[in-house]
């Protein structure tokens, strides 16, 4: 079901990847992708290094800067949708009470015998 | 058959303890949220939080530094309780025991369990890394120290870092969430005797057999 969400959200965002880039921002992490260069806003500070570092990585395999770029937000958005759907799977299951771990009054028993016996132990 | 409505309680952690461990929570969720400001595009309006860009850059290290020294006051209180031991092995193999909540199938843990260990370390690693590349890329105090390519370097391996950290984070939050009782733990200090003798067994023993102390 989570797979599903992350494939349909996937379906629905793939085939529509930007052809161009559209403003001063997105050609500086085009040109970053060339060449990453803070200092000549190639992207503009703080750099964005792991966004950067990932979409270079792209873009060895689409050698397409907008393309690239796009394929990373596009992934990373389809792995948000994984985590979200997740987490609120996880959520669910500990609101209806499975998955939690929890003691209870059978292993509170159990651990007040033990201690019962320590003590008598310890007793000179 | 009920047990006791009131079962005992064993001291989990003291309130100085609890007290740091909070002062680390809340720098640590500061630091989260100004380094995410930073870190993608989409997450900048995060800057708001902090009263705009600029003084997001101002404030993020310095509240760094507070998690840092918070933290390596914790760890000075909890280092010995996370060396390793050879029960932890085993533990880590039991580790789909651990998720289907069969503690009985694990072996004794002492204070702490061989995944909080894990956590403990890779929190160390992880500030580690974080404070010395912080300091490099440190602009307005410590940049021109250094070479433009550490600089460069540094910057990656913060980001990096700084990912794996917000990472582990989750996974203890969650851990805390799953383990009732636990955020109790760190709130008002104690468990109940089923609670330790569940989850931190040996740890339970030690105490009641006068080997170490509560809390």
């Given at each position: 079901m989570i797979v599903l969400l992350a494939g349909i959200f996937l379906t629905l965002h793939l085939p529509y990847l930007p052809r161009s880039l559209e403003d001063l921002d997105s050609i500086n992490f085009a040109l970053g992708v060339r060449q990453f260069d803070v200092a000549h806003h190639?992207?503009?500070?703080?750099?964005?290094p792991v966004y950067m570092f990932i979409a270079k990585a792209v873009y060895t395999a689409v050698p397409d800067e907008a393309r690239a770029l796009g394929l990373v937000s596009v992934l990373s958005g389809g792995l948000g949708v994984l985590a979200i759907a997740a987490t609120a799977f996880a959520g669910f299951l500990h609101y209806i009470g499975i998955g939690r771990n929890t003691v209870n009054d059978e292993e509170e028993e159990e651990a007040e015998h033990e201690a019962k016996k320590i003590e008598e132990e310890q007793r000179p | 058959m009920k047990y006791a409505p009131h079962p005992r309680q064993i001291i989990r952690y003291r309130a100085p303890t609890r007290i740091n461990h909070w002062i680390v929570a809340i720098c640590f969720v500061l630091t989260a949220l100004s380094g995410l400001a930073l870190f993608h595009p989409a997450l900048f309006p995060l800057t708001q939080l902090f009263g705009g860009g600029p003084w997001t850059r101002i404030l993020h290290p310095f509240i760094g530094l507070a998690m840092v020294v918070g933290f390596a006051f914790l760890a000075f209180r909890m280092w010995r309780d996370n060396l390793p031991t050879a029960d932890d092995r085993a533990w880590m193999r039991g580790m789909r025991d651990v998720l289907r909540n069969?503690?009985?199938?694990l072996p004794p843990v002492g204070r702490f369990n061989a995944g909080q260990k894990l956590l403990f370390w890779a929190i160390i690693g992880c500030l580690s890394a974080l404070l010395l590349t912080g300091f490099v890329i440190?602009?307005?105090?410590?940049?021109?120290?250094?070479?433009i390519g550490l600089i460069r370097f540094s910057v990656l391996a913060h980001a990096l870092f700084g990912w794996v950290l917000v990472c582990a984070i989750v996974v203890h939050i969650y851990a805390a969430l799953w383990i009732k009782g636990s955020v109790r733990a760190m709130t008002q200090g104690k468990v109940t005797y089923g609670w330790a003798y569940k989850h931190h067994r040996q740890w339970f023993r030690d105490i009641l057999r006068g080997r170490r102390e509560e809390g």
């Open positions: 190639q992207p503009h500070p703080p750099g964005y | 069969e503690d009985e199938k440190w602009r307005q105090y410590f940049s021109h120290l250094f070479p």
